[in-house]
């Protein structure tokens, strides 16, 4: 799947967070770098992984890698989107134990920690850097927790090395579109508050939730149970505070902060801990006058154990964190059979309005490599993102590798695609769901030849 015609590998680094038995990679502390040599030596080994012990168990990263950039597999009509090109792989290690029960993780649930994930990102621009070669960073991850702002310590990461010359990001929007996982508030003047519905079905260890408002906007909340007890509300520009709901038996956390690298947003975390079945009311109390307006997520659906939703949810600003970064490409998805969105698919904008996704890309009944040398179908925007970032290769290699475009960035490839982007005459573009309209590379080309 990842090899060249005489059967060497065309991965040429991998870094396997989890495996601390080997020699981490140069400027890292833990982990093992597999390098191409190694690779090549366990392809030509009986006892391939015990050369190179890497599993992928679940096979959702395999299957991106071979959507982007897998060989042609003839006898099942296969190829990837770049199938030459060069493969660099970072195996995240999953997040720590506590965290996974402090958040309510289920144990079936893949989860992976920030800094982890920073690591890798600096990880694959540190190899691009010393094999002086252009990338492309496929990113299949996402969290509702943020400010879907696009200003937090990864979007600010991935912006910086995607503004770099020859490198390029391409970032999955999620698929929270049609989970109920957001809600948006709007208080008129008058009001003194706001109830947000949550649904919370049975046999739910635990959830949270986390209010965002814009500076220099400032709310408080109350609780209340399924019964009507009340847990009241206490103003607190920064801390936090518990409540044990007598009837339901079910601790409360609210925890106020200001935060936010730039602007200063209140956040307010919300944690539920042993919730009764039924419906929870968060009421929503401005503060001040010019209070109005604000957003609520609860997790992505696979970091949620039980059904848990709002009643009044919202479709709009679905996409994840980073999706909601300003350089990468966020990409949604879409099926091709008859152009219609996924309806997971993370719909924009952003909460300052800035466009996201920039477009979409095929995600459903996608083909590409499963589990222990089989072939399947699977839905998302992860896939999408993988057909994107092997679309975005080919043309980094005629811009760069061919020198027909030395200089070209990720933002001049990212308004190439937009500008060569399928489009419905009926349809209103920037769209929330179709960002500027389907990936079309061939009518980007075109486009450029015309020119």
């Not at 010019?290 to 479709?315: D, T």
């Amino acid at each position: 799947m990842f090899r060249n015609s005489d059967g060497s590998t065309r991965i040429e680094a991998i870094w396997d967070q989890t495996d601390r038995t080997g020699t981490p990679p140069e400027g890292f502390i833990y982990g093992t770098e597999y390098l191409e040599e190694r690779i090549n030596n366990a392809l030509r080994s009986m006892d391939p992984r015990s050369v190179v012990p890497i599993t992928d168990p679940e096979g959702h990263g395999t299957f991106m890698a071979s959507v982007a950039a897998g060989s042609e597999v003839p006898e099942q009509d296969f190829v990837g989107a770049a199938p030459f090109s060069r493969i660099v792989m970072v195996k995240l290690k999953p997040a720590k134990e506590y965290l996974r029960e402090f958040f309510f993780v289920p144990r079936d649930a893949e989860a992976y920690q920030e800094n982890d994930i920073m690591a890798g990102v600096a990880y694959l621009e540190s190899v691009a850097e010393r094999l002086h070669m252009p990338l492309v960073i496929c990113f299949g991850l996402g969290s509702n927790m943020g400010s879907h702002t696009g200003v937090s310590h990864l979007s600010y990461l991935l912006n910086d090395i995607t503004l770099r010359n020859g490198r390029a990001t391409v970032v999955a929007t999620g698929n929270e579109g049609n989970e109920r996982h957001h809600y948006f508030g709007a208080i008129e003047k008058g009001m003194e508050y706001q109830n947000v519905e949550i649904n919370v079905g049975e046999g739910v260890d635990g959830f949270s939730l986390e209010l965002w408002a814009r500076p220099p906007q400032r709310f408080l909340v109350e609780i209340l149970s399924p019964t009507g007890e009340r847990m009241p509300s206490d103003y607190i520009l920064s801390g936090g505070r518990e409540y044990r709901f007598l009837f339901e038996n079910t601790k409360v956390t609210v925890d106020y902060r200001i935060t936010g690298i730039l602007d200063g947003a209140q956040v307010i975390y919300m944690r539920f801990e042993g919730p009764s079945q039924g419906i929870w009311n968060v009421r929503v109390i401005p503060e001040m006058e010019m209070a109005s307006m604000f957003n609520m997520w609860l997790p992505i659906g696979e970091l949620l154990k039980g059904e848990v939703f709002f009643v009044r949810s919202n479709p709009d600003t679905t996409l994840t964190v980073p999706a909601t970064s300003a350089v990468p490409m966020s990409v949604g998805a879409y099926d091709a059979r008859d152009n219609s969105i996924y309806l997971k698919s993370g719909r924009g904008f952003t909460t300052t309005g800035m466009v996201k996704p920039d477009f979409v890309a095929p995600g459903v009944g996608v083909f590409g490599a499963g589990l222990r040398d089989t072939f399947t179908t699977r839905d998302g925007t992860s896939v999408s993102a993988a057909v994107t970032a092997g679309a975005v290769a080919l043309l980094m290699e005629w811009g760069i590798v061919r020198g027909n475009y030395s200089t070209i960035t990720n933002m001049e490839m990212k308004n190439i695609i937009i500008r060569g982007a399928s489009r419905d005459p009926k349809r209103t573009y920037p769209d929330k769901a179709f960002g500027w309209g389907r990936l079309n590379l061939y009518q980007a080309f075109e486009n450029l030849r015309i020119q």
